[in-house]
């Protein structure tokens, strides 16, 4: 009887930890909000992608991935692009690490981690593993 309270107890804790990891699955408006993030789950880790925006064409034709560094990608469309990735939550600091995050404004792709403040999600992309070189943007829930 003890060793069954002790699983159920173990199974209760981890269930709680993956629906804290889950709390940011879903859409969130861009800090200007001139986009709309679907952030969902793969496997253990976490993703983004552009599901809406507020001008999604230009000169008439969609925008595209103009910036990219890489000539192949930048005739894809901004629409549907992936632009968070890898993410993991870290159930002792409360955050989502070891991610990326792609800026089409710039085309450069940061490290990046995420983490909750009330009900806004942090997210601070950073450069050559040094996270004070960085910058912080705030996404509201778009539901």
């Known amino acids: 009887m003890e060793t069954l309270f002790v699983i159920s107890f173990m199974l ?17 408006y861009t800090d200007d909000k001139e986009d709309i993030i679907k952030i969902y789950k793969g496997g253990s880790q976490y993703f983004g992608k552009i599901v809406w925006m507020k001008e999604p064409n230009e000169n008439g034709q969609p ?21 968070l990735w890898g993410f993991r939550y870290d159930p002792d600091e409360k955050k989502w690490t070891n991610g990326r995050i792609y800026d ?23 450069v050559m593993g040094m996270k004070f ?6 996404w509201k829930r778009a539901e």
């Not at 209760?12 to 969130?28: C, E, P, R, V």
Request: a positive charge; charged letters at 25%; hydrophobic letters at 30%.
């Open 12 to 28: 209760t804790g981890l269930t709680l930890q993956a629906q804290n990891a889950d709390i940011i699955l879903g859409k969130w």
């Open 63 to 83: 925008k595209v991935d103009d910036n990219n560094p890489n000539p192949k990608l930048q005739n894809r469309p901004i629409m549907g692009l992936k632009l």
């Open 104 to 126: 089409p404004k710039s085309g450069k792709t940061y490290d990046c981690y995420m983490w909750m403040e009330g009900n806004d999600l942090k997210i601070k992309g950073y």
């Open 133 to 138: 070189l960085g910058r912080k943007t705030t």
